[in-house]
């Protein structure tokens, strides 16, 4: 090719472009005259269609969350014009300083443009919205939106539902921008766990506005536009009245309530007292309250039963009485005197020496202390540390010392400590049994959170596992697609060692020390607990199942600074168990009519104390 | 000898009457779109406008110190221009400042510069220095070739790291100006087919683009006489062709950036996403769409008056154009650009300089390439590239760098009259 050919070869290149760009202008302009009606209608406008937020309802379809109304007044910054402000700030009532605070505010927000409507003023109320919409043509610019807000038919389950508020700068972040300033999004609990279900998708929609910002119509008949998907209804696997009850037997009480069934691992209450009307997180006054509440020195918003550790007290000695088996160091025969006590552990008067399942029974400390020193110096292993090992593996494995995995945040993971812990403490090869006695009996280096004792008794219910206990149990009517909560966590202890420990659960029930907690006609394994805490008064803790056969229900109670087990939790545990059971709990009238009676304000927090 | 001074005569009237139109037609279109009732003045150096008046200003004041240079700084000191716009280039990796999710800018004091704009005629100048060297054969020395591709590369590869992939494929267009200066016709012509292979292969699934290619094959050995050559040569294209099919989905999937992808979707029709890259195209095509025939007249554009056009004083600058003149000024500015293109290339094919044949050359590509992609993209063409409009988009840096550009080739050219006696000696 000559250079005089490859010359002609750009310019026939360039003129071709101009020819093609021609044409392309001459049908855009003069053939298709769809672009000058578009013009005509002056704006095309993106409008956002919130989806309808997923409902919640409880496990036997019962309503728990619906959505509200709510207005809010936007505006387009650009297209404001001829305004007039005195009458506008009447409608609004507001001054005309705010008018002009709030228009700098909105100015200063990030990602604020002239041409995008932006939130004015957040849910006006239904008078305003009415006044205003008269109006809505003097104020060129404004418009209202309407979107939802959550609504609670009942004041129960706060810690569980969470609540929604507007997004943060952050979230928008992470969302690459599917969040908008203003937008909802789950805060706390279920709501903010299945954000991604409830929310839905958000949809567009593509409007032709006159300059006088009325709408005249579908941008290419609505060809672009994507409509919203709604949110995914969940089933919460709580029952409403179960949970109801747990919250009135609480009241005045700090404490918490979990109960879980069994066999698939969902939990049926989740009580945490104190608590609060989640239908005060809804609506404007949100900010305002929850502060309240942030401030409240009885720390409603904390969600004790997942993350409050407790010593457990005596119900360890379920646990122990299983160990030891595992081990090979304890039998049902296996017979311990008590003379008040072991060493410097007391234990109050009761017959002597005893077997496995009456020492369940009485909860003899002596009996348990011997177990201890017998698992953790036990002669097959050549240190205690690797003792220890194995105590650690079985408590682990009933899943202490870890966070379960519950589908909330903050789950606490409770206090089990590791050898290296105590080897710290004393030094390698120098501690023994008798150093961390006091463990045998539930107490010392030992925490667990109420989920945690109400999964270890649910565990010891299934003679050998659990399933990872989780709040949601359906989603849009399928059962909940997390794979962890439909599989079987193994403890480390055969299913041959559980019975002799059940029937002496039993018997703590039916002659034991929870013979208060007994239900007619319904079989009840338990045990309970009392936990000294150097914070003040004991904590009153239960741990049962019921019915002995194919249990049903397995629920931990702990009441802070209550005094005895067999006070407090057994009962409110007994209650609930019966309701659960039975549909009903007004059977033994003085028994609920005492539980719902003390309303004592407790003198101190021990809890928010220890979890600082 | 004595160092003659070009002749007023000399300069190149016609070019530097275009430029001024276009410079005017700019700033006219810039105060158009960021027009307000409120604020008329057009003196008023807070808004764009202002501004530009400043920077057009500037650049006419630059571009006569360029006139009066001597024309053999610009060969002299190819090498050192091009060095300094490179370090620059590395200087806003390490000192840039970030806007609109591109950190290719130097900020001093209020303005801020954009070293990319500069590399283009740095670039420009070191090609032409380089390929104007004694003993150059560009068509015929492989190692040439790979430098040449080499000097062009080097700003690309550092530009992309800024963010900056409009102006990263701005220096493909100098694949022209090797093709005036070599380069096989054959090269252009299967990078032209590359690109309809890659558009094709991104609409239709690779494997029945794979099967049409066999087919295509086939058909093509059975009409022509086959010789093993020509059986080798097709099947390694086949080959080579299904190769690049398969690596263009992998690519487009895997490496590019989510909005680059859906850019190109939204282009291709695959994808009607009208909020982020289709909305600004829509509204693109509003606003020309509405100009009619006529137009609607300086400052009546309610499509851009209402700011309902993304980036309309910048890379939508062509609305405007469209909406205000209509159809009638849309042709007349076309065709006054391409006439500009035409004067361009009869300049630069008239020298007898290499290095100012290939330098003006350079000029002529990289204005097509942004008046082709800039133009194509309010048009719906072609993809959003965020590339100015020479001499019409607001923008000191780039306004600055156009009119370098331009002027040195308007002042290399003035010389061709003293160069009939032997050049730069």
């Given at each position: 090719m000559d250079n005089f050919a490859k010359q002609r070869t750009l310019l026939i290149i360039f003129i071709s472009v101009a020819l093609i760009y021609i044409a392309r202008l001459f049908y855009i302009q003069?053939?298709?005259?769809s672009y000058v009606f578009y013009a005509q209608n002056n704006v095309l406008q993106e409008q956002t269609i919130y989806p309808a937020r997923g409902l919640i309802y409880d496990?036997?379809?019962?309503?728990?969350v619906y959505n509200d109304a709510i207005y809010d007044l936007s505006v387009t910054p650009d297209q404001v014009?001829?305004?007039d402000t005195l009458s506008f700030c009447k409608v609004l009532n507001i001054s005309k300083e705010e008018f002009l605070a709030t228009f700098a505010r909105l100015k200063r927000?990030?990602?604020?443009?002239?041409?995008k409507p932006i939130v004015?003023?957040?849910?006006?109320t239904i008078p305003t919205y009415a006044a205003f919409q008269e109006k809505l043509f003097d104020f060129q610019g404004f418009f209202v939106e309407v979107r939802t807000d959550r609504k609670y038919k009942?004041?129960?389950a706060a810690h569980v539902m969470g609540y929604i508020g507007e997004v943060t700068d952050r979230d928008i972040e992470k969302s690459d921008g599917y969040y908008r300033m203003g937008d909802f999004i789950g805060i706390s609990g279920v709501e903010k766990v299945y954000e991604k279900e409830l929310g839905g998708i958000k949809g567009t929609r593509y409007v032709l506005v006159d300059s006088k910002n009325r709408t005249q119509g579908r941008y290419k008949n609505g060809e672009f536009d994507t409509a919203a998907t709604a949110g995914k209804n969940i089933h919460l696997s709580i029952n409403q009245k179960l949970q109801a009850l747990g919250e009135d037997l609480l009241i005045g009480k700090i404490g918490s309530v979990v109960a879980i069934e069994p066999k698939t691992g969902e939990v049926l209450a989740l009580v945490s007292s104190p608590t609060y009307d989640?239908?005060?997180?809804?609506?404007?006054e949100r900010g305002n309250k929850y502060m309240e509440l942030l401030k409240?020195?009885?720390?409603?918003?904390?969600?004790?039963?997942?993350s409050a550790p407790y010593p457990?007290?005596?119900?360890?000695k379920i646990i122990m009485s299983l160990m030891g088996q595992q081990e090979k160091v304890?039998?049902?025969?296996?017979t311990y005197g008590c003379h008040h006590g072991y060493l410097f552990v007391g234990c109050h008067p009761?017959?002597?020496?005893?077997q496995l399942r009456g020492a369940i029974a009485i909860s003899c400390n002596a009996y348990f202390c011997q177990v201890y020193r017998s698992v953790i110096n036990?002669?097959?292993?050549?240190h205690v540390e690797d003792a220890y090992n194995e105590f650690y593996k079985h408590a682990y494995s009933f899943?202490?010392?870890?966070?379960?995995?519950?589908?909330?945040?903050?789950?606490g993971q409770g206090i089990l400590k590791k050898t290296s812990y105590f080897d710290k403490l004393y030094?390698?090869?120098?501690?023994?049994?008798l150093t961390t006695i006091s463990m045998g009996i539930g107490q010392g280096e030992l925490g667990i959170t109420p989920l945690q004792m109400a999964n270890a008794t649910a565990a010891v219910a299934n003679r050998g596992y659990y399933i990872t206990?989780?709040?949601?149990?359906?989603i849009n009517n399928h059962a909940?697609?997390?794979?962890e909560y439909n599989t079987k966590h193994w403890?480390?202890?055969?299913?041959?060692?559980?019975p002799i420990v059940i029937e002496g659960m039993q018997d703590v029930v039916e002659h034991g020390t929870?013979?208060?907690?007994r239900i007619p006609g319904i079989v009840v394994c338990g045990k309970t607990g009392t936990a000294q805490n150097p914070h003040g008064k004991d904590h009153s803790i239960f741990f049962a199942f019921a019915?002995?056969?194919?249990?049903?229900i397995a629920i931990a109670v702990v009441v802070e600074n209550?005094?005895?087990?067999?006070?407090w939790a057994a009962p409110i545990a007994s209650l609930m168990m019966e309701q659960y059971l039975?549909?009903?709990?007004?059977?033994r009238k003085a028994l609920l009519e005492r539980m719902l009676k003390d309303n004592r304000k407790p003198l101190n927090d021990s809890t928010t104390a220890k979890t600082k | 000898m004595t160092v003659q001074q070009p002749k007023?005569?000399?300069?190149?009237w016609i070019t530097l009457l275009l430029y001024y139109i276009l410079v005017i037609v700019g700033l006219m279109c810039i105060y158009a779109s960021v027009y307000k009732e409120t604020n008329p003045n057009i003196?008023?150096?807070?808004q764009n406008y202002g501004k530009q008046l400043v920077w057009i200003g500037i650049s006419s004041f630059l571009g006569l110190m360029i006139l009066l240079i001597d024309e053999k700084f610009f060969y002299a000191f190819a090498y050192p221009i091009f060095g300094i716009t490179i370090v620059l280039l590395v200087l806003v990796l390490v000192a840039g400042t970030t806007v609109k999710g591109s950190s290719s800018w130097i900020e001093i004091g209020n303005f801020r510069i954009q070293p990319a704009e500069f590399a283009k005629f740095g670039t420009a100048l070191a090609l032409a220095k380089f390929l104007s060297g004694?003993?150059?054969?560009f068509e015929k020395d492989r190692k040439i070739q790979v430098i040449s591709a080499g000097i062009i590369i080097l700003p690309m590869i550092i530009i992309l790291f800024q963010n900056e992939t409009g102006s990263t494929l701005?220096?493909?267009?100098f694949i022209l100006v090797l093709f005036r200066e070599g380069l096989p016709g054959w090269i252009l012509f299967s990078g032209f087919m590359l690109v309809i292979l890659a558009i094709l292969a991104l609409l239709i699934p690779p494997l029945y683009i794979m099967i049409g290619l066999v087919v295509l094959a086939i058909v093509f050995l059975l009409v022509v006489r086959r010789t093993s050559l020509l059986i080798g040569l097709t099947v390694g294209v086949l080959l080579l062709s299904c190769v690049m099919v398969s690596s263009i989905n992998y690519v487009f999937e895997n490496v590019m950036q989510a909005h680059q992808r859906t850019r190109i979707n939204v282009l291709l029709g695959k994808?009607?996403?009208?909020?982020?890259a289709g909305y600004n195209v829509q509204q693109s095509k509003i606003a020309i769409g509405s100009?009619?025939?006529?137009?609607?007249?300086?400052?009546?554009?309610t499509q851009n008056k209402f700011r309902f056009v993304p980036e309309q004083s910048t890379d939508f600058i062509f609305c405007t154009i469209g909406e205000e003149y209509g159809f009638l000024g849309s042709f007349i500015f076309v065709f006054l650009y391409v006439f500009l293109l035409y004067r361009l290339l009869m300049m630069a094919e008239r020298q007898r300089q290499k290095f100012n044949r290939v330098y003006g050359y350079s000029v002529v590509c990289i204005l097509f390439f942004h008046f082709v992609i800039n133009v194509g993209m309010t048009l719906g063409?072609?993809?959003?590239?965020?590339i100015p409009l020479p001499f019409?988009?607001?923008g000191g840096s780039a306004l600055l760098s156009f009119t370098i550009l331009l002027f040195i080739f308007i002042r290399l050219d003035a010389n061709r009259v003293n160069e009939l006696r032997g050049a730069f000696d």
């Amino acid at each position: 090719m000559d250079n005089f050919a490859k010359q002609r070869t750009l310019l026939i290149i360039f003129i071709s472009v101009a020819l093609i760009y021609i044409a392309r202008l001459f049908y855009i302009q003069v053939i298709d005259d769809s672009y000058v009606f578009y013009a005509q209608n002056n704006v095309l406008q993106e409008q956002t269609i919130y989806p309808a937020r997923g409902l919640i309802y409880d496990r036997d379809g019962e309503l728990l969350v619906y959505n509200d109304a709510i207005y809010d007044l936007s505006v387009t910054p650009d297209q404001v014009k001829n305004l007039d402000t005195l009458s506008f700030c009447k409608v609004l009532n507001i001054s005309k300083e705010e008018f002009l605070a709030t228009f700098a505010r909105l100015k200063r927000q990030k990602g604020y443009s002239p041409w995008k409507p932006i939130v004015f003023q957040r849910q006006i109320t239904i008078p305003t919205y009415a006044a205003f919409q008269e109006k809505l043509f003097d104020f060129q610019g404004f418009f209202v939106e309407v979107r939802t807000d959550r609504k609670y038919k009942h004041s129960n389950a706060a810690h569980v539902m969470g609540y929604i508020g507007e997004v943060t700068d952050r979230d928008i972040e992470k969302s690459d921008g599917y969040y908008r300033m203003g937008d909802f999004i789950g805060i706390s609990g279920v709501e903010k766990v299945y954000e991604k279900e409830l929310g839905g998708i958000k949809g567009t929609r593509y409007v032709l506005v006159d300059s006088k910002n009325r709408t005249q119509g579908r941008y290419k008949n609505g060809e672009f536009d994507t409509a919203a998907t709604a949110g995914k209804n969940i089933h919460l696997s709580i029952n409403q009245k179960l949970q109801a009850l747990g919250e009135d037997l609480l009241i005045g009480k700090i404490g918490s309530v979990v109960a879980i069934e069994p066999k698939t691992g969902e939990v049926l209450a989740l009580v945490s007292s104190p608590t609060y009307d989640p239908n005060l997180l809804v609506g404007r006054e949100r900010g305002n309250k929850y502060m309240e509440l942030l401030k409240d020195p009885t720390k409603p918003l904390f969600n004790r039963p997942i993350s409050a550790p407790y010593p457990p007290g005596s119900i360890f000695k379920i646990i122990m009485s299983l160990m030891g088996q595992q081990e090979k160091v304890l039998n049902p025969s296996t017979t311990y005197g008590c003379h008040h006590g072991y060493l410097f552990v007391g234990c109050h008067p009761h017959g002597s020496p005893l077997q496995l399942r009456g020492a369940i029974a009485i909860s003899c400390n002596a009996y348990f202390c011997q177990v201890y020193r017998s698992v953790i110096n036990n002669p097959k292993y050549k240190h205690v540390e690797d003792a220890y090992n194995e105590f650690y593996k079985h408590a682990y494995s009933f899943g202490m010392g870890h966070a379960l995995g519950i589908d909330l945040y903050g789950e606490g993971q409770g206090i089990l400590k590791k050898t290296s812990y105590f080897d710290k403490l004393y030094g390698r090869y120098r501690w023994q049994a008798l150093t961390t006695i006091s463990m045998g009996i539930g107490q010392g280096e030992l925490g667990i959170t109420p989920l945690q004792m109400a999964n270890a008794t649910a565990a010891v219910a299934n003679r050998g596992y659990y399933i990872t206990p989780h709040i949601v149990k359906k989603i849009n009517n399928h059962a909940n697609p997390n794979a962890e909560y439909n599989t079987k966590h193994w403890t480390t202890i055969d299913t041959a060692y559980f019975p002799i420990v059940i029937e002496g659960m039993q018997d703590v029930v039916e002659h034991g020390t929870a013979y208060v907690a007994r239900i007619p006609g319904i079989v009840v394994c338990g045990k309970t607990g009392t936990a000294q805490n150097p914070h003040g008064k004991d904590h009153s803790i239960f741990f049962a199942f019921a019915p002995k056969d194919n249990p049903k229900i397995a629920i931990a109670v702990v009441v802070e600074n209550a005094g005895f087990g067999a006070t407090w939790a057994a009962p409110i545990a007994s209650l609930m168990m019966e309701q659960y059971l039975t549909g009903k709990h007004d059977t033994r009238k003085a028994l609920l009519e005492r539980m719902l009676k003390d309303n004592r304000k407790p003198l101190n927090d021990s809890t928010t104390a220890k979890t600082k | 000898m004595t160092v003659q001074q070009p002749k007023p005569s000399r300069i190149d009237w016609i070019t530097l009457l275009l430029y001024y139109i276009l410079v005017i037609v700019g700033l006219m279109c810039i105060y158009a779109s960021v027009y307000k009732e409120t604020n008329p003045n057009i003196w008023d150096g807070t808004q764009n406008y202002g501004k530009q008046l400043v920077w057009i200003g500037i650049s006419s004041f630059l571009g006569l110190m360029i006139l009066l240079i001597d024309e053999k700084f610009f060969y002299a000191f190819a090498y050192p221009i091009f060095g300094i716009t490179i370090v620059l280039l590395v200087l806003v990796l390490v000192a840039g400042t970030t806007v609109k999710g591109s950190s290719s800018w130097i900020e001093i004091g209020n303005f801020r510069i954009q070293p990319a704009e500069f590399a283009k005629f740095g670039t420009a100048l070191a090609l032409a220095k380089f390929l104007s060297g004694y003993n150059v054969n560009f068509e015929k020395d492989r190692k040439i070739q790979v430098i040449s591709a080499g000097i062009i590369i080097l700003p690309m590869i550092i530009i992309l790291f800024q963010n900056e992939t409009g102006s990263t494929l701005v220096f493909t267009s100098f694949i022209l100006v090797l093709f005036r200066e070599g380069l096989p016709g054959w090269i252009l012509f299967s990078g032209f087919m590359l690109v309809i292979l890659a558009i094709l292969a991104l609409l239709i699934p690779p494997l029945y683009i794979m099967i049409g290619l066999v087919v295509l094959a086939i058909v093509f050995l059975l009409v022509v006489r086959r010789t093993s050559l020509l059986i080798g040569l097709t099947v390694g294209v086949l080959l080579l062709s299904c190769v690049m099919v398969s690596s263009i989905n992998y690519v487009f999937e895997n490496v590019m950036q989510a909005h680059q992808r859906t850019r190109i979707n939204v282009l291709l029709g695959k994808q009607v996403d009208i909020k982020g890259a289709g909305y600004n195209v829509q509204q693109s095509k509003i606003a020309i769409g509405s100009g009619s025939f006529w137009g609607k007249g300086f400052l009546q554009g309610t499509q851009n008056k209402f700011r309902f056009v993304p980036e309309q004083s910048t890379d939508f600058i062509f609305c405007t154009i469209g909406e205000e003149y209509g159809f009638l000024g849309s042709f007349i500015f076309v065709f006054l650009y391409v006439f500009l293109l035409y004067r361009l290339l009869m300049m630069a094919e008239r020298q007898r300089q290499k290095f100012n044949r290939v330098y003006g050359y350079s000029v002529v590509c990289i204005l097509f390439f942004h008046f082709v992609i800039n133009v194509g993209m309010t048009l719906g063409l072609m993809p959003v590239i965020g590339i100015p409009l020479p001499f019409i988009s607001y923008g000191g840096s780039a306004l600055l760098s156009f009119t370098i550009l331009l002027f040195i080739f308007i002042r290399l050219d003035a010389n061709r009259v003293n160069e009939l006696r032997g050049a730069f000696d």
